[in-house]
């Protein structure tokens, strides 16, 4: 029988244009305009990533957790073609006994994403558009998923320093990055996890960073320097790890120069 579908309104901190409704069990949050697809593709397929692992036009990347790029159902806020459906994943030494569960206590994973996204994007942070996210009870914890826009040809930060364009374009890179956190800092977001593998870029536009992975960002600061430095210094330690496109191990004030954009 086919899972009875309501909607249930927003809560209190959620963005006014991402209402809440049910499909039996799952809790979804999307964007109004997305609202319908997603219940619609839960009730079809139980999962907003078995529904995307079903469709003719997946294709299907490994990061933490397989993400599956579809086209795009309905209409995004940037108009990219494909849609990105992750479910989560843990990281860190709990994947081993949790792997995708999370305790229900507090916001949901998707809820704090789509919080945390929407408010970047307002203050003009280059994040792609959350479409929906899902939140899935298995007794005290939960499984979810997430739906994002793409971004075009993306590369990560990481990407840059194998690319064969060389040492120019991953200075480019390494300035925008560091923009990126000062701007991430003004808008009171603060990424806990900054990394080379969060930062993305649109295929051949070294220019202008795009972040990612927001569900453990703490949001609603005031605009704070010293956030911004602890941004920059966990970056740093990532892109120390991940080298330079010339192979030369640089250290934590060369690397934090480059993001500051004075190599």
């Known amino acids: 029988m086919m899972a009875v579908s309501t909607r249930t309104g ?6 006014a244009d991402y209402p809440r409704s049910r499909v039996g069990a799952v809790r979804v949050t999307a964007l109004e305009a997305a609202d319908g697809w997603a219940r619609d593709a839960i009730a079809d397929a139980g999962t907003l990533h078995r529904w995307a692992a079903g469709r003719p036009d997946a294709r299907s990347f490994t990061g933490r957790g ?3 790029s579809v ?22 030494a709990v994947a081993a006994h949790l792997a995708d569960r999370y305790l229900r206590v507090g916001r949901s994973r998707p809820e704090r994403e789509i919080r945390a996204a929407a408010v970047a994007r307002s203050k003009g942070v280059a994040t792609p558009a959350v479409m929906a996210g899902a939140v899935y009870p298995a007794g005290i914890y939960y499984r979810c998923d997430l739906v994002t826009e793409v971004v075009p040809g993306a590369r990560t930060l990481a990407d840059t320093a194998h690319a064969t364009d060389g040492t120019r374009d991953w200075l480019e890179a390494m300035a ?13 977001v603060l990424h806990v996890d900054l990394n080379a593998h969060n930062i993305l ?17 703490r949001v609603g600061g005031r605009p704070d320097s010293d956030a911004a430095e602890r941004m920059l210094a966990r970056l740093t330690r990532s892109v120390v ?23």
């Open 176 to 188: 925008a990055a560091g923009r990126l956190a000062f701007a991430l800092a003004e808008a009171g």
């Open 66 to 68: 397989r993400v599956h």
């Open 10 to 15: 927003r809560a209190g901190n959620d963005p």
């Open 241 to 263: 790890k991940v080298g330079t496109p010339t192979g030369e191990a640089l250290g934590d004030r060369e690397i934090l120069a480059a993001l500051r954009g004075r190599a």
């Open 201 to 217: 870029f649109e295929e051949g536009d070294p220019s202008r960073a795009w972040v990612i992975d927001l569900d453990r960002a």
């Open 71 to 92: 086209d795009a159902p309905r209409p995004g806020p940037d108009g990219r073609a494909r849609w990105a459906v992750r479910h989560y994943q843990r990281g860190g």
